[in-house]
């Protein structure tokens, strides 16, 4: 592996970019890092049901109704949308009924990404801040299907790691 490749799997790499893009969308470091945790788990989730590997359980009537909904809203970010709401800390995603921590998303990027972190970030910034707004909201997860590590399909992918080109990333950031 050069210094532009990383040996990684798919979910630190999307929370990362989806991390990237609530930032260049608006949101604050430590709110677009909640964010991108939550859409890397939510697409996650969708995935592991869609390859049998876990069901969705279905709540009852009762269950339902005994969920708080508060102040809770939806946020789409890289096509998903996320449950979010505010807190005393700002707008932070959340998981059930729980706020989703950004310094615990800070740590899960670290360890999955290392010394690299900060290289595979820059670059995604670079493709990030190449965009409008609203051009890379409409864009993002397609540009994150174009870099994303290639991983063998199915369940032998699940959790599989793949190469992230940063030179690819580089490359999609267009030239003037």
């Not at 709110?31 to 279905?58: D, H, M, T, Y």
């Not at 970010?77 to 921590?101: F, H, M, Q, W, Y």
């Not at 290639?150 to 003037?176: H, Y």
Request: hydrophobic share 40%.
């Amino acid at each position: 592996m050069s210094k532009d490749t990383i040996l990684v799997n798919r979910a630190p790499v999307l929370t990362l970019w989806a991390a990237v893009v609530a930032e260049r969308l608006g949101f604050n470091p430590h709110e677009a890092l909640s964010l991108g945790k939550a859409v890397a788990g939510l697409n996650a989730q969708a995935k592991g049901r869609a390859l049998g590997i876990f069901e969705a359980k279905p709540e009852t009537a009762r269950e339902a109704k005994q969920r708080k909904r508060g102040e809770e809203f939806w946020i789409t970010l890289c096509g998903r949308p996320v449950p979010a709401k505010n807190t005393e800390d700002g707008i932070r995603a959340v998981s059930g009924d729980k706020p989703i921590d950004p310094e615990s998303a800070a740590r899960y990027l670290s360890q999955k990404f290392g010394d690299n972190l900060n290289s595979v970030k820059e670059a995604m910034g670079a493709l990030a801040e190449a965009f409008q707004p609203d051009n890379l909201e409409e864009r993002a997860f397609a540009l994150y299907e174009t870099f994303r590590p290639q991983i063998p399909r199915g369940r032998k992918g699940w959790g599989a790691k793949g190469t992230l080109d940063l030179r690819l990333i580089r490359s999609l950031v267009p030239k003037e």
